[in-house]
């Protein structure tokens, strides 16, 4: 059975293109692909774990933004219905 067929992959490249759709840099890919080469699923899962957990970083600070500027349009809009 060839290493593909094992985390349900049709080719190499699909594995490539499916680390490039989750963001993944090319350093990121390169060494995902040596441990694919070598079956060390370990370090693989362990490279897809940390880029998820900057993801997820990356995603709570823009919530956080978001949050910031919800509060400025509830200021002003409050300010806007008190002037009225």
């Not at 890919?29 to 940390?50: S, T």
Request: overall charge neutral.
């Amino acid at each position: 059975m060839r290493r593909e067929q094992t985390i349900g992959y049709d080719s190499k490249e699909a594995v490539v293109q499916n680390l490039r759709d989750a963001g993944c840099s090319p350093d990121i890919i390169r060494c995902f692909m040596e441990y694919f080469d070598r079956g060390n699923w370990k370090d693989q899962l362990g490279l897809l774990e940390e880029h998820r957990k900057n993801i997820l970083r990356k995603v709570h600070e823009e919530e956080r933004q978001i949050d910031c500027l919800d509060y400025l349009v509830y200021q002003i809009t409050n300010r806007m219905k008190q002037a009225r």
